[in-house]
């Protein structure tokens, strides 16, 4: 039963968004609740909307977030960029501030919006379906060692898990996950790691069990993607969904298999973020401050 | 270990989650601020005449759409909540199903067990009765020796008193021959 509250925990987790918008009348701000398993890109309708009163040109050219001048990636979930951009720095107000862009889209950084609706302005969304879509065929090739469950999935049971994702709809997504994931048997598992600090993204082929069979922990993991952090000792942390997963890196009964079916994210990938050393007591104290004074 | 990750996923949302009722606060009146300007943007009082002479009905409809959106929010906020309790119920009756079969099994077991029990204890049945016979047997011919046994006790006395009184006799009557030799 712990399992499902776990689920329903990590489908429900949120975070607090503050978006500014330097405007020619001054900064706008924009109060977003957005879900860590969603994406950016899918409020990027509503801010337009919002911020387009006060600049034209925000309605008209392609947008992008900013977190201490650096462009957010709109292609990865909102939890795996809030663990990788504030997690390290977060202080007790917990307040996430970017800045929404409209001029000089960073194309060398983050990928472009190509599409455009009939009105002319820019299809945020039609860019983001095919971004999710291209990593659910590289998550079931992982997975199943194909992508022909995606590709043969029908188009109303396709939009239909678009429009899941997109309203953030469990029931619906559920019901074509069912259909992508016919069983739990899988080949390896679909693990992406960040190390904050660092633009290098670790993708490897996991296998769930080792050729003893025994399910496979996190530790053996990291220690095998990320050897001079954790190979010889703890001198990383990692986050997954934003929680600190020190204490189950070795653990037996957690394989990450287990870590994959309770934390992945809508892609299906499992993302885990490495915090280093320096600065984790400071996080430590922060955090315990904030939850106790709230 | 499910546990400890609910705890921390829980103190994971007393942090990122501080606050959250001024962002929904926000969310609401950003939507009535855009339906408000929506309004305030019609040339005329709503519905509004196009050059066409239609009425305008793209503020109402904005507006409308908002409301819907803002609807549809918490129905998809029900629909989750509805599905985690399905998922739930889906795993208690999962689980309830697992232990009837488990105790199915168990009955299955036990009913084997009796059976085998019935029959042992038929069998046992039997030997008791073969028992009983042949201790019945055993008390009659018992009964018959004892029969037999006082018979020949019978018999050993009266023929210990014959054997007495001949002895009696042929010693009285040796008694009488030396007398007379005497």
Known sequence: ?294 | MWNDILQSLNERDILEKKDSEYYAAFAQLAQQLQAVGLESTSPSPSPSLTTSGEYNREPDLAKENHQLKAEITKLIEGINEKTIAAEKAELRASQAAKAKTSLEKQIDKLNTKIETLTAQLKEKDRSIEIINDEALLNQIQSNVLKDEIEKVRHENESLIKRWMAKVREDAERLNEENAKAG
């Not at chain 1, 957010?72 to 977060?90: A, E, F, M, S």
């Not at chain 1, 970017?98 to 009939?118: A, K, V």
């Not at chain 1, 997963?245 to 287990?258: E, H, K, S």
Request: glycine fraction near 6%.
């Open chain 1, 1 to 294: 039963m712990q399992s499902i509250e776990v689920k329903e925990s990590v489908w429900n987790g949120l975070v607090n968004v503050r978006i500014v918008f330097r405007s020619a009348g001054g900064p706008v701000q924009y109060l977003a609740r957005v879900y860590r398993q969603s994406y950016f890109a899918v409020e990027f309708a509503a801010l337009v909307e919002y911020f387009g009163r006060h600049d034209k040109a925000v309605a008209t050219q392609p947008v992008w977030l900013e977190y201490e001048s650096v462009p957010i990636k709109w292609n990865l979930p909102v939890g795996v960029l809030h663990d990788y951009l504030h997690l390290p720095v977060r202080t007790t107000s917990a307040v996430w501030t970017l800045t929404l862009r409209c001029d000089q889209y960073p194309r060398d950084h983050i990928i472009p919006f190509i599409y455009t609706t009939g009105s002319g302005t820019v299809d945020y969304a039609r860019s983001l379906q095919e971004t999710v879509v291209n990593l659910l065929k590289q998550s079931s090739f992982v997975l199943n060692g194909n992508a022909k469950v995606i590709m043969a999935l029908g188009e109303a049971d396709s939009n239909a898990w678009w429009h899941a994702i997109v309203a953030h709809n469990l029931y619906q997504y559920e019901r074509v996950a069912r259909i992508v994931m016919p069983s739990l048997k899988f080949q390896r598992v679909p693990v992406k790691v960040y190390v904050c600090g660092s633009t290098e993204v670790i993708q490897a082929p996991i296998y769930p069990t080792s050729a003893s069979g025994a399910a496979v922990s996190l530790g053996a993991v990291l220690s095998e993607v990320l050897p001079s952090l954790f190979a010889q000792g703890t001198f990383a942390r990692p986050y997954i969904q934003g929680l600190d997963m020190t204490a189950w890196v070795n653990n037996p009964d957690c394989g990450i298999l287990d870590l994959w079916k309770a934390f992945k994210h809508l892609d299906n990938f499992l993302y885990i973020t490495v915090l280093v050393a320096s600065g984790l007591a400071e996080i430590d104290s922060r955090d315990k401050q904030s939850i106790s004074g709230s």
